[in-house]
């Protein structure tokens, strides 16, 4: 790169992984992920808890990042954080530390798209380490707690929604259907844990018949709940006995549905180089079903960010610091907060 050296630091505080993360160009030095252990027993995040953890942890996960990446607070270039989506108390704790940052270090604020960063994680490099990038045009099946969307990626930062969730993210699908079978919150680990131990096959549930690349999950859960109620009417020990078989025919359905749409937009766009992200592309039954759906043979070519890349993380948001810093693209000190979503 033509360019001097640029050092950016991350600020991740959208839900309740507070994180931070310094770059150096395309590469990564540290990304420190803090994540809140408070919400476990409720279920679900509880928003105000979860700006309570963030303004505890900011200040040691900032202070760790710089430390671990070996530079001086002197040495950075710029600081990007997350404006949205998100809850917008978790919010308010990155954006407002961002600013006072960059005053206090006199140097650019950048605001990031939390859903454009997921997508630009595919960019992340490692020291020592080349690992596979698309290039442009491609498509990015963009799968959260949030978000389900395929995604057409122009350019860094020219990116198009071709369809995405009408209800429930796929991500919440998992969750929610994993705390009908009684497993803690967040339940996506869990279900990809239990479902690598049993058939995909065991037990069918209903698709969503949806017109175009749109999605919809709601029904699903809903039959999942329905199934299982009389089920358990016949054996009360029936979710004990079939976990394993349940999560992972549970999992099948939930990837089936997202590999069907993505598979017809890229037929759609002729576009040959597919890349998923965001918290659910960690789950391994997705990496092998697409994988096989999308071989080489076909003439697809897949990506897959590394896991610490998948679920929430500053590194992501560093990286998008980055493009955005080399266009000049710098926000004020006025900037609030956006839980809603912004580009994408
Ligand atoms: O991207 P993320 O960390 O947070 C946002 O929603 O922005 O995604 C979290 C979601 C949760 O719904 C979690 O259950 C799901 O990603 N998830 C998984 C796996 N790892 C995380 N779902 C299925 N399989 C996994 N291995």
Sequence with gaps: MAHKDIIILGIESSCDD?????????????????????????GGVVPELASRAHQQNIIPVVDKAINDANITKKEIDAIAFTRGPGLVGSLLVGVSFAKGFAL?????????????AHVLAHFIQEKDENHKVPSFPFLC???????SQIILVKDYLEMEVLGQTIDDAAGEAFDKCA??????????????????KGNPHSFTFSKPKIDGLDYSFSG?????????????????????NNLNDLCASLQFTINNILIEKLMMAAKKTNIKQIAISGGVSA???????????????????????????STDNAAMIAITGFFKYLKGD????NVTPYPRNIVL
């Design 141 to 147: 099946l963009l799968v959260s707690g949030g978000n």
């Design 330 to 333: 710098f926000a004020s000190q």
């Design 283 to 309: 789950n391994s039954g997705l990496r092998t079903q697409l994988s096989e759906k999308a071989d080489l043979k076909f003439g697809y070519e897949t990506f897959y960010p590394k896991l610490t890349y």
């Design 104 to 116: 206090a270090n006199n140097i650019p604020l950048i605001e990031v798209d939390h859903l454009q």
């Design 220 to 240: 699903l859960k809903t039959s999942f709940l329905y199934f299982l109620r009389d089920k358990l009417k016949e054996d009360n020990q029936f979710i004990n």
């Design 18 to 42: 507070t994180s931070a993360a310094i770059i150096k160009n395309n590469t990564i030095f540290s990304n420190i992920i803090s994540s809140q252990e408070v919400h476990k027993i409720y």
């Design 179 to 196: 705390k009908i079978m009684g497993l803690p919150y967040p339940g996506g680990p869990l279900v990809d844990e239990y479902a690598q």
